[in-house]
């Protein structure tokens, strides 16, 4: 059974880049099948789809970001991973990995980290 | 960007109701929308994709219909289990989720 599993540094301060990884276990993230994606939750918000990446390589992102994000995978590690640049509080939330197959809803959720953007 | 709409917003209700939650989209989707459960401190839960298919393992007290523009979320008998958040997500054009609608006790 997969499993995604999300890590990170749990405070960031404003301006710095947010860097987090979701490991992904009892399967291969090598597989065109699927896709991968980040979707985060400020406190007390909804979900807020932040991008995703196809096994191509083709990532699309929230055009709300404007550009700040960034989405790779790391096949040899088994690893997905966002970057988010020019943090500001508005970027706390908890975040979480997830796949989907490719085009489709997403069926399979990491359990979720929380980010804190603080001084 | 295709905007999310769903409502209401909070929906009061007792086990045993009968409970349907409309999601609407600002152009047409097709049928390219999911339903997802998501209860406190826990990962949302896919119920539904392609806007009526039910995810492996999802109770049949929940289904789901609709195209185009206007889609609705059904819980046939709510159950102690399904007071939780629902949220439409449409991946006909990007992603987008609904604002969420939180299912209470009456």
């Known amino acids: 059974q997969v499993h995604l599993q999300e890590s990170g540094p749990g405070l960031v301060k404003p301006s710095q880049t947010l860097s987090l990884t979701c490991t992904v276990s009892g399967g291969s993230i090598n597989s065109g099948d699927y896709y991968w994606t980040w979707i985060r939750q400020a406190p007390g918000k909804g979900l807020e789809w932040v991008g995703h990446?196809?096994?191509?390589?083709?990532?699309y992102y929230n055009a709300s970001l404007k550009s700040r994000a960034n989405i790779s995978v790391d096949r040899s590690k088994n690893q997905l991973s966002l970057g988010l640049n020019s943090v500001t509080a508005a970027d706390t939330a908890v975040y979480y990995c997830?796949?989907?197959?490719?085009?489709?809803?997403?069926?399979?959720w990491g359990r979720g980290t929380l980010v804190i953007v603080s001084s | 960007d295709i905007q999310m709409t769903q409502s209401p917003s909070t929906l009061s209700a007792s086990v045993g109701d009968r409970v349907t939650i409309t999601c609407r989209a600002s152009?047409?989707?097709?049928?390219?929308l999911a339903w997802y459960q998501q209860k406190p401190g826990k990962a949302p839960k896919l119920l539904i994709y392609k806007a009526s298919d039910l995810e492996s393992g999802v109770p049949s007290r929940f289904s789901g219909s609709g195209s185009g523009t206007e889609f609705t979320l059904t819980i046939s008998s709510l159950q102690p289990d399904d007071f939780a958040t629902y949220y439409c997500q449409q991946y006909y054009n990007s992603r987008t989720f609904g604002q969420g609608t939180k299912v209470e006790f009456k």
């Open positions: 997830a796949r989907g197959l490719t085009g489709n809803a997403f069926n399979i």
């Open positions: 990446i196809y096994y191509s390589g083709s990532a």
């Open positions: 152009q047409s989707i097709s049928g390219w």
